[in-house]
């Protein structure tokens, strides 16, 4: 008897039918939001109102408040998990509204779950990018992108400005916000963020080789 009494309680899972069928449902409800996520797409992020602690809830930059509750989606952008499974049924069902995609998301115990993909052509462990100056200075760590931001800020966005510097024949650093996903790196100055690692170690090369700054660069991946 008190065994039946300390059972404990199924655990929730998330269930989503996307528009075309396809039925997305883990074991664990962060698989299936992240997932989701990504069936949507990256190019929709920017247009879903939904904010955590003031913040914008998808970001290309890592928030120190959140840090440890961020998790990487697809091409560079980030979301911060918070809210449980009851929280991401609710957000997913927020996006779904505001985009007016006809998916349905279910929360329940009894789904019929999948494993979760393993992408290892889209998706690289240890993916960092490592700059150093000549004067023994380093940048880097896990997250390119603000290691990307930090060279740059060191380097000076406003050189790279007067360089008229171009990556794929977009400007490196813009006067105002003109291009989707990039950060501004200070006054009238706006900083062109690839979405993939090795895009961000080409720019950082071309923007090393143009003026000549001697810079050592590493894009470690495995």
């Known amino acids: 008897m008190e065994d039946n009494l300390r059972q404990r309680a199924k655990s929730k899972l998330l269930k989503v039918t996307m528009p075309s069928g396809e039925i997305i449902c883990y074991n664990r409800s962060s698989e299936t939001f992240l997932e989701t996520l990504r069936k949507i797409g990256s190019e929709h992020f920017p247009d879903i109102n939904l904010t955590v602690g003031g913040l914008p809830f998808f970001s290309k930059n890592i928030y120190p408040k959140f840090k440890d509750t961020m998790k990487e989606v697809c091409d560079g952008w980030y979301v ?5 499974t009851e929280g991401r049924y609710i957000q997913l069902r927020s996006i779904a509204q505001q985009l007016g995609i006809d998916m349905i998301v279910e929360l329940g115990e009894d789904f019929v779950t999948q494993k979760a993909k393993v992408n290892l052509k889209g998706r690289k462990r240890n993916n960092m990018l490592l700059v150093k100056f000549p004067n023994g200075k380093w940048t880097g760590g896990k997250n390119p992108i603000n290691t990307l931001i930090e060279t740059v ?3 000076g966005p406003e050189k790279i400005k007067r360089k008229e510097l ?3 024949g977009k400007p490196i650093i813009t006067p105002s916000n003109q291009f989707r996903g990039q950060v501004q790196v200070g006054q009238n100055l706006w900083l062109l963020v690839p979405g993939q690692t090795i895009d961000k170690y ?3 090369r071309i923007i090393d080789a143009m003026m000549k700054l001697h810079l050592e660069i590493f894009h470690l991946h495995g």
């Open 166 to 168: 171009l990556y794929k």
């Open 202 to 204: 080409k720019m950082l």
């Open 153 to 155: 800020v060191i380097i």
């Open 80 to 84: 911060v998990m918070v809210g449980g």
